[in-house]
C-alpha cells in the first residue's frame, strides 16, 4: 500500500505558525486524510481529518488541494506543549490507519 | 470517561515465552484495533474487530500472534512462542460504531522486550 512521505523532523519557536506537508501521490478515491499527534510514552491522539479543500478545528487547519496529492497540516501559534510527532495518515472506508514515519516537530523558547 | 487502558505496560520476557497483553477499549466502543510498531520500524496494523468478531486481520504477521475479544469487551492479543524480532510497542484503540473514517482513541501501548 503507498505510504504518505513527510519531513522526518521540524524545528520551530513559540508563536510561530507551523505547516508541515505531506505527500500522498497515489492516494485512493475512498481514503481520507487524516492527522494525529504522539507524545512520549503515549498512544497517537487524533487532531483532524479531511478529503479535500479546507477544514479547520479548535486546534489546526488541514489544506488538502483538489489533486490530493499532498496536504498541509498548520498549528497556529505553537507552544512548547505542541513538542510531539505528527503524523500524515490514510484511512479507508474500513477505518484502517496506514502509518507513514511521522514528523518530529521540536517548538524551542 | 476514562480511555482505552492497555496492561501490562512493560513486559520483559524471554524468547520462546509466552506473553498475553490485554487492552480494555472504551465503554461502549464497538470497534477495537491492534497496531505495534516495532524497532526502528513504522507503527503498523494487526487487525481489527467489530465486537467479538475479526473484521480485518489482514497484519497479523504470522500464526504466533492470537488475539481475542470474547463478549465484545476487552480483547488479548497474545504471542507464543515470543521471538526477538516481536519486541516493540503494542497499541490498542478503539472506536464507535460508525459508517468509517471515524477517529481512533488509542491506549499509552505495552512496551515488549524479548530477550
Known amino acids: 500500500l503507498a505510504k504518505t512521505t513527510q519531513p522526518i523532523s521540524m524545528d520551530s519557536y513559540e508563536g510561530q505558525e507551523v505547516n508541515i506537508t505531506c505527500s500522498h501521490n497515489?492516494?485512493?478515491?475512498?481514503?481520507?486524510i487524516t492527522w494525529y499527534q504522539q507524545f512520549p510514552s503515549q498512544g497517537p491522539r487524533f487532531i483532524i481529518q479531511?478529503?479535500?479543500t479546507k477544514v479547520t478545528n479548535e486546534v489546526a487547519s488541514l489544506f488538502i488541494p483538489a489533486d490530493r496529492k499532498s496536504s498541509t497540516l498548520s498549528l497556529p501559534r505553537v507552544s512548547l506543549s505542541d513538542t510531539a510527532v505528527y503524523y500524515c495518515?490514510?484511512?479507508?472506508?474500513?477505518?484502517?490507519?496506514?502509518f507513514g514515519g511521522g514528523t518530529r516537530l521540536m517548538v524551542k523558547p | 470517561e476514562a480511555g482505552v487502558t492497555q496492561f501490562p505496560s512493560h513486559s520483559v520476557i524471554e524468547k520462546g515465552q509466552t506473553v498475553t497483553l490485554r487492552c480494555d477499549p472504551i465503554?461502549?466502543?464497538?470497534?477495537l484495533y491492534w497496531y505495534r510498531r516495532v524497532m526502528g520500524k513504522e507503527i503498523k496494523f494487526l487487525l481489527h474487530?467489530?465486537?467479538?468478531?475479526?473484521?480485518?486481520e489482514s497484519g497479523m504477521p504470522n500464526n504466533r500472534f492470537l488475539a481475542e475479544r470474547t463478549g465484545g469487551t476487552y480483547s488479548t492479543l497474545k504471542v507464543q512462542p515470543a521471538e526477538l524480532e516481536d519486541s516493540g510497542v503494542y497499541f490498542c484503540?478503539?472506536?464507535?460504531?460508525?459508517?468509517?473514517?471515524?477517529?481512533?482513541?488509542f491506549g499509552p501501548g505495552t512496551r515488549l522486550t524479548v530477550l
Open positions: 484503540a478503539s472506536s464507535p460504531r460508525t459508517s468509517g473514517y471515524t477517529e481512533q482513541f
Open positions: 497515489n492516494i485512493a478515491t475512498n481514503d481520507y
Open positions: 495518515l490514510r484511512i479507508n472506508a474500513g477505518n484502517m490507519l496506514t
Open positions: 479531511g478529503y479535500k
Open positions: 465503554s461502549g466502543h464497538d470497534n
Open positions: 474487530f467489530v465486537k467479538e468478531s475479526k473484521q480485518d
